[in-house]
């Protein structure tokens, strides 16, 4: 019993040994550093924190600088511009005594962010609706035979010129055991054949349209405008038409004709245009697309459509000083179109506004500007 109980009290010294040994192993260097960083703070850092908190920047600076070459806290005391500067001249010898003088003394300002920006000017600006229609002649009537029987004569085609009161076709009302003489078909208006849409020998009522004449020297473009741009509408109103048939040009045209009362079925509001400019190109049953200028604005205000930002109900811009500083501004905005917002506040005429760049921004930080 003995024996055993004396081998482990040796067993255990060895540990407790081995213990201390590996103990003083890794604290003896860290004491060492520590010694070497207190010795290199003792009287240079502490002038270094002094100089920079005191007003003595330069002082400090240059104790920071002459720290950083023996040790990392004395690099770090500098404090103001000069210690920015000579901190970091000491980073090319003391790796923190560099870096710390190097930030404390210039990192407080962010990168600056690049922008284009385009001044306020005056201009015109355009609201408009697009909506379709199509090309008719300015009077268009539909011939009726005056009575019902068979066509047997047709003197005109689609195309053809016709004069008031002129035969154009005839009609016989014979019954089967009843003979009649033909009846003549007169045209009441001069024009132009629009639709022939009977053929000799088919079979006509007093209902029945044998010719359509218009007067193709004169077109119009009818259209329907939905009822939310009804209120805008009104007579002398200016619009641009482009047609299929003509493509890569437009024709201006104005409305003279508004019908007072909207289709209850498509919620819409009967409307007519007429060309400025008369063009022989332009046939009736040609389809429009039809841009109508619903208001209209001069020497306002205006900017760009992408410089605006919406926020939480609200608008906002962000204008550029004379320092390139960012300046976050609200605005209160007037009519638009795809391109332009017109401003009515918020905003002085000759202000550069910043038109790309500005979701990246906040209120006061530096810009580039984008030439």
């Keep these: 019993m003995k024996k055993s109980k004396i081998i482990t009290i040796a067993i255990i010294s060895l540990i407790a040994l081995f213990a201390v040994l590996i103990a003083l192993k890794v604290l003896a260097p860290l004491k060492a550093k520590n010694a070497a960083q207190a010795q290199g703070t003792g ?3 502490s002038a270094g924190n002094l100089g920079g908190s005191g007003g003595s920047g330069a002082t400090g600076g240059n104790t920071s600088g002459n720290a950083g070459r023996t040790g990392n ?3 770090s005391g500098g404090g103001g511009t000069t210690g920015g500067n000579t901190g970091g001249n000491a980073g090319r010898t003391g790796n ?3 870096s710390g003088g190097g930030n404390q003394g210039g990192g407080s300002s962010r990168n600056a962010t690049t922008v284009r920006v385009t001044p306020i000017s005056a201009g015109t600006i355009e609201k408009s609706v697009i909506i379709n229609g199509e090309i008719l002649a300015r009077n268009q009537v539909i011939i009726y ?4 029987g068979k066509l047997v004569e047709t003197r005109l085609g689609i195309g053809d010129r016709v004069a008031s009161g002129q035969i154009v076709a005839m009609v016989d009302p014979s019954r089967p055991g009843e003979v009649y003489s033909r009846s003549p078909v007169v045209s009441t208006v001069s024009g132009t054949v629009l639709q ?4 000799i020998g088919d079979t006509l009522t007093t209902q029945s349209p044998v010719y359509t004449v218009g007067d193709l020297s004169s077109l119009l473009v009818e259209t329907f405008v939905p009822e939310r741009f009804v209120s805008s509408v009104r007579q002398g109103m200016r619009a641009q038409l482009r047609l299929e048939a003509i493509s890569g040009e437009v024709f201006n045209a104005e409305v003279i004709e508004i019908n007072p009362v909207i289709d209850p079925a498509s919620r819409t509001l009967k409307i007519r245009l007429r060309f400025l400019a008369p063009d022989s190109r332009i046939k009736a049953g040609m389809f429009a697309t039809i841009n109508l200028v619903t208001s209209r604005k001069v020497d306002v205000p205006v900017i760009q459509r992408t410089s605006v930002i ?7 811009v962000f204008t550029v ?6 300046r976050r501004r ?4 007037g009519i638009d179109n795809e391109d332009f917002f017109e401003i009515l506040s918020g905003l002085n005429m000759g202000e550069k506004v910043v038109s790309a760049g500005q979701n990246f921004l906040s209120d006061g930080d530096l810009v580039r500007i984008l030439e």
Excluded at 196 to 199: E, L, R
Excluded at 310 to 316: A, F, L, N
């Design 73 to 75: 806290v004395g690099g």
């Design 43 to 45: 009287s240079s850092a």
């Design 321 to 326: 000083d004379e320092n390139n500083i960012a």
């Design 330 to 333: 609200e605005v209160t905005l």
């Design 145 to 148: 035979p005056t009575v019902g």
């Design 96 to 98: 923190a005594g560099g």
């Design 196 to 199: 022939a849409p009977y053929s």
């Design 310 to 316: 919406s926020t939480y109900g609200s608008w906002i």
